[in-house]
């Protein structure tokens, strides 16, 4: 997902591809830190944004929408 456009007004991404499966995603929520301020050693709060750009060290996190077909596996909770 690394340099995608993500907002929370749009409710539905194609193109998303995980293991030549192709994913459909609506964002619940952006949480951001200022990296820059981390990188200077300075504290920064995580904030909610309404529009971003995926990197490639961005962090997502899934959760299985009711109906849906895809089983999610894993110890990781959200």
Known sequence: ???KTLTVAVKEIEGIKINKILLKISFL???AVDLSAVARGQNSKAR???L???LANTMV???RAEGS???LAGKSKG
């Open 48 to 50: 909610t944004i309404q």
């Open 69 to 71: 077909s895809i089983n």
């Open 61 to 63: 996190v899934f959760e």
């Open 1 to 3: 997902m690394d340099k």
């Open 29 to 31: 929520n952006i949480i």
């Open 52 to 54: 971003g750009v995926s």
